[in-house]
């Protein structure tokens, strides 16, 4: 079930990236106009588009954090959305063995 969420999420999220994309003239064009931003804020011209190259010191990247910061960080807040959704199966569990409260009986 997780897997099939997780598969719908990013079929919804396709056709806006792939809008965005054309709108911008592509992953080039997306490339082209943060150069110049990336530059004028004192970064590398590729900051914007990669995040891996730049992690060796916090003060290189954007994000002003170091690969520590970007592993750890993305793990933790990749927690909540398992624990919500665990969460959210409980109380599904609990809701369906009160028969007044099944979702058929509102309609």
């Given amino acids: 079930m997780k897997f099939f969420n997780s598969f719908i999420i ?3 999220l396709f056709p806006l990236v792939f809008l965005a994309l ?3 003239g592509g992953w080039i064009g997306l490339k ?3 150069a110049p931003i990336a530059v004028s804020k004192g970064f590398a011209p590729d900051a914007f588009t990669t995040t891996w ?3 060796g010191q ?3 990247n954007p994000l002003g954090v170091e690969w520590f910061g970007i592993l750890f960080g993305l793990g933790f807040v990749l927690s909540f959305g398992y ?3 665990k ?3 409980s109380f599904r569990g609990l809701l369906l063995q009160n028969p007044k409260l099944r979702p058929g009986r509102f309609l």
């Fill in 10 to 12: 990013v079929i919804g």
């Fill in 22 to 24: 054309k709108d911008v």
């Fill in 32 to 34: 082209a106009q943060l």
């Fill in 53 to 55: 190259s730049h992690a």
């Fill in 58 to 60: 916090a003060s290189a």
């Fill in 83 to 85: 624990w919500v959704y």
């Fill in 87 to 89: 969460l959210f199966l």
